[in-house]
Each structure stands twice: as C-alpha cells, then as structure tokens.
C-alpha cells in the first residue's frame, strides 16, 4: 500500500547517481501544481468532478515514480552461498513493467527480460524483479533504463555475464505525435560471456524467444 503523502517536503534520491539529490516539494505545492496544469487543459479545478483530483494525482505520481525511493545496488546486496556453486544462466523473463518516458510523461509499457551467468555470487528471483521496478519507477528512457540495469548486476554480482531485453510501447509514439499504434521498441544489454561468446549469446536469446520456456 502507497504510503500517505504529507505536506512536508522530502529528498529524493538522484536519477543519475553523479547527479545530487533532489528536494521533493511539499504536497501542497505539488497539488497546486496539477490545479495549474487543470486550468493549462482548459478546465476549472474548482468544479465538482475535479476538486480531489490534485490529491489523486499525487497519489498516483508517489506510486510511479517510487523507484527514487529506493538504491537499486542495496537490492542485490543479498547472495545465497547454498546456490554458490551454481554456473548456469538464469533467466527472468517476460516480466511486465510500466515505467514513464522523462520527454512527455506519458506511460511506457513492456515485458523485460534479464539473464546473469553467475560467478560464485547468486541472487533471489525477487531482486532481479525489484531492480527492474527500481528503475522503471522512474521518469525514463527505455535506452538509459536497459544499461542501468545491467550496469547494476555487472558491479554488484560481478557475473560471467549479463543480457537485458527490453521490449515496449511508448505511449508518446502511440497516443501523439505520429500515432504509430502497434509498435514496440526493444532495446539490449550484453555483457561479459553475452557479448564476447556467441554460442552464449544464442542460448539466452534462443531461451528469450523460447514458447517452450516459460
């Protein structure tokens, strides 16, 4: 459950980690702001129907964008030794996510699918669904969110090898500007084994595409 939001101001943690912090308004000033944004459309944010929307809309925004929240390294910071031993590929895949684009804000769609050949280190299933969440509950680009994710597995596991697909419709492509309905953007990460290996290459991409699998 999203936590309540109170008027006080909060810092965020930066997009960009050579960025510094951000300073969040406070829920007033925020909600001030989308009664602009009302009156910017052509409305009046007085009327009935609108009156709680400000609220609703700052609600729904600390929902969006909670991945500022978080330290997308502190996700994988857990190993399990048990499984140490463990040399395999291990594949997430298809896992859904919304994310928003940080040129229009309007919602980015898709399924990501993201693989490590590990070294000595191996992480819950969980986490590598959380690293995915932490960054597309972001303000994004589909680009710079597939290598933040990768960047992030390579320096905290220090894997053999890392690949991240991400395949998504943005709404800013499909809902204005050219209107192209339908279409999807993939984007890739490889690393390591993944890019240098071609027989490894093919294994992740061949169990990606697999309908037998998963």
């Given at each position: 459950?999203?936590?309540?939001?109170?008027?006080?101001?909060?810092?965020?943690?930066?997009?960009?980690?050579?960025?510094?912090?951000?300073?969040?308004?406070?829920?007033?000033?925020?909600?001030?702001?989308?009664?602009?944004?009302?009156?910017?459309?052509?409305?009046?944010?007085?009327?009935?129907?609108?009156?709680?929307?400000?609220?609703?809309?700052?609600?729904?925004?600390?929902?969006?964008?909670?991945?500022?929240?978080?330290?997308?390294?502190?996700?994988?910071?857990?190993?399990?030794?048990?499984?140490?031993?463990?040399?395999?590929?291990?594949?997430?895949?298809?896992?859904?996510?919304?994310?928003?684009?940080?040129?229009?804000?309007?919602?980015?769609?898709?399924?990501?699918?993201?693989?490590?050949?590990?070294?000595?280190?191996?992480?819950?299933?969980?986490?590598?669904a959380r690293l995915l969440d932490v960054f597309a509950k972001r303000l994004q680009t589909q680009e710079l969110m597939t290598q933040q994710i990768a960047d992030v597995i390579e320096k905290v596991l220090a894997p053999r090898g890392?690949?991240?697909?991400?395949?998504?419709?943005?709404?800013?492509?499909?809902?204005?500007?050219?209107?192209?309905?339908?279409?999807?953007?993939?984007?890739?990460?490889?690393?390591?084994?993944?890019?240098?290996?071609?027989?490894?290459?093919?294994?992740?991409?061949?169990?990606?595409?697999?309908?037998?699998?998963?």
């Amino acid at each position: 459950m999203t936590p309540p939001i109170t008027a006080k101001a909060s810092t965020l943690t930066a997009a960009n980690q050579n960025q510094q912090p951000t300073q969040r308004p406070s829920a007033d000033e925020a909600m001030e702001a989308v009664r602009t944004l009302i009156r910017w459309a052509g409305d009046n944010p007085a009327r009935e129907g609108l009156i709680e929307t400000p609220q609703r809309v700052i609600e729904a925004y600390r929902e969006f964008y909670s991945g500022y929240e978080e330290d997308p390294e502190a996700v994988l910071a857990k190993t399990f030794e048990e499984v140490a031993g463990y040399d395999e590929i291990v594949l997430l895949k298809n896992m859904h996510f919304e994310s928003h684009c940080e040129h229009h804000m309007v919602p980015i769609i898709g399924r990501a699918h993201i693989a490590y050949l590990p070294d000595r280190k191996v992480v819950g299933l969980s986490k590598i669904a959380r690293l995915l969440d932490v960054f597309a509950k972001r303000l994004q680009t589909q680009e710079l969110m597939t290598q933040q994710i990768a960047d992030v597995i390579e320096k905290v596991l220090a894997p053999r090898g890392v690949a991240v697909i991400i395949d998504a419709n943005h709404e800013c492509m499909s809902t204005r500007g050219v209107h192209k309905t339908g279409s999807t953007t993939i984007t890739t990460q490889m690393r390591g084994a993944f890019k240098t290996d071609k027989d490894a290459r093919a294994e992740v991409m061949r169990m990606v595409a697999s309908s037998d699998i998963g």
